[in-house]
DNA sequence: TTCAATCATATTGTGCGCAATATGATTGCG
DNA sequence: CGCAATCATATTGCGCACAATATGATTGAA
């Protein structure tokens, strides 16, 4: 019962799928608040963190590269969501920090979440399992 | 214990992260022939197929549409590998078939699954329980 | 101190994803 | 039959992802 280049038998098609399902019923939430899923983590990573972060901070977090980082923020600073300012102690460095509008944000996203979880509606244990594989994924192709 | 709005703490950013480590694997494996990750997906379901697929049907099994598939399958006939044209009998359809140099890919590919598969390492009863996850999750978002 | 190596970010170019819209073929109702 | 609604694909526009490269700041060894 061996068919690899099977679609359907192959992990690789499931994961590409669920994660464009995931993200495209993000997208539809966020767009009231005129924001993309990728920016919407970025926030997350924000609003979690104490003080600014430069722009390797937030691509670390979110295994993102400046290519991607670098105009994505231009967008939300342009939304006056978050402002980008050269590290003093560093000029290489440009810090990332949030707006009071980026902050009013987490309220907004706050119920996001939840109602994704509702849609998809597996329950808490299968989602610790999902999420505790997906890491090991992650973890494993990342450490090569 | 509730902290919805952390990064790690949501199901989101793992599946996320996860698709996009396992589709850069792919991808560096699948360069030496000169494809993407979502060019070997259609040709995953060209391989599968007895006849030629519409782009409709292409779209039904990849969950992708023709803003995506049209551009693609360009890319795809310019390299050789298929052949587009409209279906006699319905001439708003446009067929896509293999050519022997898209036949001849399926021998390179064949082993990709097995070496991605080796560098995520995780046993095929977790795999098993993953795929099915990924799928409700399908599922239920796509039925809405 | 100097300057080559390293580091952080930015830029460029290509290929997705996907919403919105356009175009042309087909169908079916009156 | 005639033509409006529907259908299949294509086009447009925008925002990611990411590899490759460029730019400018910092560091450290001679």
């Given at each position: 019962m061996d068919r690899p280049l099977e679609l359907d038998d192959q992990l690789c098609f499931p994961l590409y799928a669920a994660a464009r399902a995931v993200t495209r019923a993000y997208s539809q939430l966020l767009a009231d608040a005129g924001l993309t899923y990728p920016q919407y983590l970025v926030l997350l990573a924000l609003w979690s963190s104490e003080s600014p972060l430069s722009v390797g901070e937030l691509g670390e977090r979110l295994h993102l590269d400046s290519g991607t980082l670098t105009p994505l923020l231009k967008r939300l600073e342009t939304a006056g969501h978050v402002t980008r300012r050269r590290?003093?102690?560093?000029?290489?460095r440009v810090l990332i920090a949030l707006t009071g509008s980026g902050e009013a944000l987490r309220g907004v996203a706050a119920e996001i979440p939840a109602e994704v979880g509702a849609m998809v509606g597996i329950d808490v244990g299968q989602a610790e399992v999902l999420k505790g594989l997906l890491t090991t994924i992650i973890d494993r192709l990342e450490s090569r």
């Open positions: 590290d003093p102690a560093d000029e290489r």
